[in-house]
C-alpha cells in the first residue's frame, strides 16, 4: 500500500494478492501500533516465497529503496508530521517521511521494510536563534538497517535478487559494502 502511485484500500489489496489475506487482516495489520522492518518483513514474507517458487529461472527479483514525504498540510506538527524537502515537488512540505525498501518479481511488488523517519533530536540553529529537531538516523543509516532484514542470511538467503534500486545518494560506500 505504501508503494501505490494512487488511492489505495485494503479491499483492495486483498483483491490484488487474489485473497490470499482478507482486507480484515490488512485492516487489523495497519490497526497495529508499530511497523519496523522486521513486522514487515514477517508479513511479506510468506507471499515472497510463494513468488520466489513460481518464478521461471530467467526472471529476477529486484529491491527498489525509496524515500517519499506524504503530505499533511492540515495536521499539527509532532516528531513524526514535520517540514521535509520533496524532491518530487521541488520544496519544502509539512507532512510524514518514510523510506521503504520494496521487493519486485514480476507483476509482484510487496514492501519487505519500511521506516518512519522520526524528527527527535533538538539542533539550535544559531543564526536564527531557534531550535529545530532532526532525525537520530540519516536516510542511508535506515536503508542500512532495511537492507539487514532483506540480505542474505546464514544459511539461506532471506530474499533472493539480482539488483538494488535506488537513487544517487544512496550510493554510499557503506551501503555498497553491505550490498
Avoid at 2 to 21: E, H, Y
Amino acid at each position: 500500500m505504501l508503494s501505490s502511485t494512487g488511492p489505495t484500500t485494503a479491499t483492495g489489496l486483498s483483491r490484488l494478492l487474489d485473497g490470499a489475506l482478507s482486507h480484515d487482516h490488512v485492516t487489523r495489520w495497519l490497526s497495529q501500533s508499530t511497523y519496523g522492518p522486521a513486522k514487515v518483513w514477517r508479513q511479506a514474507k510468506p507471499l515472497i516465497r510463494q513468488a520466489e517458487a513460481q518464478r521461471p529461472a530467467e526472471e529476477f527479483a529486484v529491491l527498489i529503496v525509496d524515500d517519499s514525504v506524504l503530505e499533511k498540510a492540515h495536521i499539527g506538527a509532532n516528531v513524526l508530521i514535520c517540514t521535509y524537502w520533496d524532491h518530487s515537488q521541488q520544496r519544502y512540505v509539512k507532512g510524514l517521511n518514510f523510506v521503504s525498501l520494496l521487493y519486485q518479481a514480476g507483476e509482484l511488488a510487496l514492501p519487505i521494510a519500511v521506516e518512519l523517519v522520526r524528527k527527535t533530536v533538538p539542533v539550535y540553529q544559531p543564526k536564527t536563534q531557534k531550535t529545530s529537531y532532526q532525525s537520530p538516523f540519516t536516510k542511508n543509516e535506515y536503508l542500512q538497517q532495511m537492507l539487514r532484514v532483506a540480505l542474505p542470511g546464514w544459511p539461506q538467503p532471506k530474499v533472493a535478487y539480482r539488483y538494488l534500486l535506488a537513487d544517487s545518494w544512496y550510493a554510499s560506500a557503506e551501503n555498497m559494502t553491505l550490498v
